[in-house]
């Protein structure tokens, strides 16, 4: 038999983050690895979808979301980024922040583009531009201070360079990139006349007082940035498939269109749980959800500190970078399985997040677990 599989089949694999999720299951282990955040779901959210589905609100919604979904992401822009966006026509409610990427890449990018990516990346970014057959092209943020320049922008760029893509606050880093950094970017992308994709799902997990800001509020950043974030992460429904792309009237109608091809729309009652959610919890929901993980942060970090596994303190997301040179082992995946069989706490090897050697001293472990959880990983861990 000489049936084949696509050339695309080698370029997509189960994602390391994945891997040791499964290897933590086999071990009874606590899951510091995979990126689910254990706050509750608001009830608000959880009313808002059951009584769509009383209602019957259970059938395909239009291509670019529900009304109720689409009105409530716009007021909520405008609310906390002062950020216009028309309901009809900017807004694109999509299958997950990762739906709303990838619609946004077939969309707008071609086969044999190329796309500046920061690294450490999250994976998800770099392999869905190679299974569609565009370059990333990798800038790299070293530990600690995770800078950048101009002239690193510059010495990557090419005639096929089409797109950057920003993740504020980062995943795995939890770097929150600065309006001055923001500007170079900006001022990076006009003159070479690119695209600028923004994941900002972890918006409202930024500390120390920092302030998140979405590059399209920049000025002349509207026209050529799209901005991609979801509901996953701040209301705990990451099984709910949620998130939107913002963007000028031109892109978005190609992005929907897009995503209907693939994924047809978003649950419809979800949607509309979701658009509860955004109207009726208010700004001390949201800084609750950023003053609690800054809590779990600097405990888990301390912690750490204290063992020797020295943490890259993240300014915002709920990720920590750490590193675990003083391990047993010559690469970051056994570091972590070694971690992973002496005390039982899962994490992800750095090498999943480097195209380089930097990521074979560092593994990243997620906080956002309930406090219980996160002190008896901490338990764990000190065995080391």
């Not at 569609?132 to 092209?137: A, D, R, W």
């Not at 509309?272 to 949201?286: H, K, M, T, V």
């Not at 971690?339 to 750095?350: D, I, K, M, N, Y």
């Amino acid at each position: 038999m000489s049936l084949k599989v696509s050339k695309r089949r080698p370029l997509v694999a189960q994602s390391e983050i994945r891997n040791m999720s499964i290897e933590c299951a086999r071990v009874g282990g606590i899951n510091l690895a995979q990126g689910v955040c254990d706050l509750p779901v608001p009830d608000v959210v959880i009313q808002g979808a059951e009584e769509a589905m009383e209602r019957g609100s259970n059938i395909y919604t239009r291509f670019d979301g529900r009304p109720e979904l689409r009105k409530a992401i716009a007021a909520k822009q405008q609310r906390t980024r002062g950020m216009d966006v028309n309901p009809e026509g900017q807004v694109v409610a999509t299958a997950g922040a990762t739906g709303a990427f990838y619609a946004t890449c077939l969309a707008l990018l071609d086969e044999g583009d190329e796309v500046i990516v920061f690294e450490p990346y999250y994976g998800y970014h770099t392999v869905t531009l190679a299974s569609l057959g565009i370059k990333p092209v990798y800038v790299t943020l070293a530990p600690p201070s995770w800078d950048f320049t101009a002239q690193s922008l510059e010495d990557v760029v090419t005639s096929k360079t089409r797109a950057i893509i920003l993740n504020t606050p980062s995943n795995p880093a939890g770097k929150v990139f600065t309006r001055e950094e923001l500007t170079i970017i900006a001022d990076f992308s006009e003159a070479h006349d690119i695209f600028v994709f923004t994941d900002e799902i972890y918006e409202h997990f930024v500390y120390d007082g920092r302030e998140h800001i979405s590059p399209a509020t920049l000025p002349g950043m509207a026209k050529r940035t799209i901005t991609i974030s979801g509901l996953s992460k701040v209301f705990s429904i990451t099984g709910w498939r949620l998130g939107y792309a913002l963007c000028d009237p031109e892109w978005a109608l190609a992005i929907g269109h897009f995503h209907d091809l693939v994924y047809v729309c978003a649950p419809a009652p979800l949607q509309i749980g979701a658009a509860r959610g955004l109207d009726e919890l208010g700004p001390e929901y949201y800084q609750g959800v950023s003053d609690d993980h800054q809590m779990k942060r600097d405990l888990f970090c301390n912690a750490l500190r204290d063992i020797g596994l020295t943490p890259h303190v993240p300014e915002g997301a709920y990720y920590t970078l750490a590193d675990v040179t003083s391990l047993p082992g010559n690469t970051a995946k056994e570091r972590a399985l070694h971690l992973l069989e002496t005390t039982g706490v899962a994490c992800v090897p750095g090498s999943a997040f480097y195209t380089g050697p930097v990521g074979e001293t560092l593994v990243r472990f997620c906080f956002a677990k309930e406090l219980p959880v996160l002190e008896d990983a901490i338990t764990r861990l000190r065995k080391l």
